[in-house]
C-alpha cells in the first residue's frame, strides 16, 4: 500500500486557557494555570474542590437554543475546536470531496453529567420524565457525529473511548486513514467536558487526584517531589489533517507533518503502569520506527506528566530506556501543570501544542516544578518557556487499561 505524508493544516483550542488558539497558546507559553476553585456545582465538603473549568465559553455565543438542547458541552466544545480549525485550515468540503474527508474524535467518558441528571430524574420523578434527548446527548460518538452532520464530511466517522489515550489515537487513526489512501483529508482530536460531582469524586476515591484545595493554581505539579495528584479539566483539541499535496494544491499554510504513531498495551493493571514502564517503551519505539528516525532525532518530548506520583517516575524511566543518553538531552515538559488533565481530549489538545511548538520553536514550560523528585532527573523546561530548535517532537498518552498512544511530528520542510 502507497504511504503518503500527512500534514497539519488547521487547529483548535478551548481550554481552560482561553477558548481559540492565539488565546491558549499565549497563556501557555507565559507559564499562567487556568486551574481554580470548582464553580459549576458546591463541592463544599468534598475531598477535591478544584478544578481547571472553561471560563469564557458561552453555549449562546456559538448555538442557538434548539441545536444547544441536543448537544451538551463536550460536544459543544468538539464543534467550536473544529470550526476554528477548518478556518484556519481554509479547507472546504464539497459534494466532490466530501466522501474523502472524515471526522476521528477521541472521548473518555462522553455525557456523564446527563447521565447523573436523567438518572436523578427517574429517581424523583419517573420514567416519563427522561428527556427523549438523553441518549442522543449521552453517547461518546457525539462529537464526532455532531462535526460531520455540520460540515458535510461522508468519509470515516469514529470515536475512541481509549481513556486518557483517546486524543492521540484519534489523531494517529486519522493519520494512517490519510497515509495509506483513505482520505485526502481528516478532522482530528479529542473532547471532554465531565466535570461534575460524579466524575471529581469517582476519581477522588481512586486517590488520583490532588487535593491542594487551597493552592489551585500550584496544584498540578509534574515531575515535583510534593506532586499528589492530577487536576481534572475540560475542553478539547482539533486539527486537520491532510494528504500533502492536497495541501499543496490549494495553497495551503503547513503548520506540522505527522510523521509516526505508536500504540500499545501494558497488560498488566487496571490504573497503574507497570513500574519499569515498559508499554510506553514499546509505544514510544513503534512510533519512532513508524517514523523512520533515530531516538537522537527528537529534540522535545510533550510529556503525559499527570502529576501522580506513578505516572511521572514510569514515564521518566520509559523515556529514559528509549532514549538512552540522549534522554538528558531532551526538552520535555508537561502542559497539564497548567490546564490539569482533560482525559479523552488530553491527546487532542497536546498533539496541537506539540505542533505549535513546532511551528513557533517553543518548549512550553512545566509550572509548579520547584524540587523535582529524585528519579525524575531530567530536563522539564522548569517554569519558564525556553526558544529552541525543534525539527522533531513527541507527544506521549497513557491511559487506565493500560492502553498508550504516542505521536511524532516534525517541522516541515519542502
Known amino acids: 500500500m502507497t504511504s503518503r505524508r500527512v500534514v497539519i493544516t488547521g487547529t483548535g483550542l478551548v481550554t481552560p486557557l482561553g477558548t481559540g488558539v492565539a488565546k491558549t497558546w499565549k497563556n501557555i507559553c507565559a507559564g499562567v494555570s487556568g486551574i481554580d476553585r470548582v464553580t459549576r456545582y458546591d463541592?463544599?465538603?468534598?475531598?477535591?474542590?478544584?478544578?481547571?473549568?472553561?471560563?469564557?465559553?458561552?453555549?449562546?455565543?456559538?448555538?442557538?437554543?434548539?441545536?444547544?438542547?441536543?448537544?451538551?458541552?463536550?460536544?459543544?466544545?468538539?464543534?467550536?475546536?473544529?470550526?476554528?480549525?477548518?478556518?484556519?485550515?481554509?479547507?472546504?468540503?464539497?459534494?466532490?470531496?466530501?466522501?474523502?474527508?472524515?471526522?476521528?474524535?477521541?472521548?473518555?467518558?462522553?455525557?456523564?453529567p446527563t447521565i447523573t441528571r436523567q438518572h436523578e430524574t427517574y429517581l424523583n420523578k419517573g420514567a416519563k420524565k427522561i428527556s427523549p434527548f438523553f441518549i442522543p446527548t449521552a453517547i461518546p460518538n457525539m462529537p464526532s457525529g455532531h462535526i460531520s452532520m455540520e460540515i458535510g464530511s461522508k468519509g470515516p466517522n469514529l470515536t475512541l473511548t481509549t481513556a486518557c489515550a483517546a486524543g492521540t489515537h484519534a489523531v494517529g487513526e486519522a493519520y494512517r486513514h490519510i497515509k495509506y489512501g483513505m482520505s485526502e483529508a481528516m478532522i482530528a482530536g479529542g473532547t471532554e467536558g465531565v466535570i461534575c460531582p460524579l466524575g471529581l469524586n469517582g476519581f477522588a476515591a481512586m486517590k488520583a487526584l490532588s487535593k491542594r484545595n487551597d493552592s489551585p493554581t500550584e496544584a498540578s505539579r509534574p515531575f515535583d517531589k510534593d506532586r499528589d495528584g492530577f487536576v481534572m479539566s475540560e475542553g478539547s483539541g482539533i486539527m486537520i489533517l491532510e494528504e500533502l499535496e492536497h495541501a499543496r494544491a490549494r495553497g495551503a499554510q503547513i503548520?506540522?507533518?505527522?510523521?509516526?504513531?505508536?500504540?500499545?498495551?501494558?497488560?498488566?493493571?487496571?490504573?497503574?503502569?507497570?513500574?519499569?514502564?515498559?508499554?510506553?517503551?514499546?509505544?514510544?519505539?513503534?512510533?519512532?520506527?513508524?517514523?523512520?528516525?533515530?531516538?537522537?532525532?527528537?529534540?522535545?518530548?510533550?510529556?503525559?506528566?499527570?502529576?501522580?506520583?506513578?505516572?511521572?517516575?514510569?514515564?521518566t524511566l520509559a523515556i529514559k530506556t528509549v532514549f538512552g543518553d540522549h534522554a538528558y538531552k531532551l526538552a520535555i515538559s508537561s502542559t497539564k501543570s497548567m490546564i490539569g488533565h482533560m482525559l479523552g481530549a488530553a491527546g487532542g489538545v497536546e498533539s496541537v501544542f506539540l505542533a505549535l511548538s513546532i511551528?513557533?520553536?517553543?518548549?512550553?514550560?512545566?509550572?509548579?516544578?520547584?524540587?523535582?523528585?529524585p528519579e525524575c532527573d531530567l530536563d522539564y523546561v522548569a517554569n519558564t518557556a525556553r526558544n529552541m530548535d525543534i525539527k522533531y517532537g513527541l507527544s506521549n498518552s497513557f491511559g487506565f487499561g493500560g492502553t498508550n498512544g504516542v505521536v511524532v511530528l516534525r517541522r516541515f520542510d519542502d
Open 43 to 112: 463541592s463544599t465538603g468534598d475531598p477535591v474542590q478544584i478544578a481547571a473549568e472553561i471560563k469564557d465559553f458561552s453555549t449562546e455565543d456559538h448555538f442557538d437554543k434548539k441545536a444547544a438542547k441536543q448537544m451538551k458541552l463536550f460536544v459543544q466544545y468538539a464543534l467550536v475546536a473544529t470550526r476554528m480549525a477548518l478556518k484556519e485550515s481554509g479547507l472546504k468540503i464539497t459534494d466532490d470531496n466530501c466522501g474523502k474527508v472524515g471526522v476521528i474524535t477521541g472521548c473518555g467518558m462522553g455525557g456523564l
Open 255 to 315: 503548520c506540522a507533518e505527522v510523521i509516526g504513531y505508536g500504540l500499545s498495551s501494558d497488560a498488566y493493571h487496571i490504573a497503574a503502569p507497570p513500574e519499569d514502564g515498559e508499554g510506553a517503551v514499546r509505544c514510544m519505539r513503534f512510533a519512532l520506527e513508524d517514523a523512520g528516525i533515530n531516538p537522537e532525532d527528537i529534540d522535545y518530548i510533550n510529556a503525559h506528566g499527570t502529576s501522580t506520583p506513578l505516572n511521572d517516575h514510569c514515564e
Open 359 to 373: 511551528r513557533d520553536q517553543i518548549a512550553p514550560p512545566t509550572i509548579n516544578l520547584h524540587e523535582p523528585s
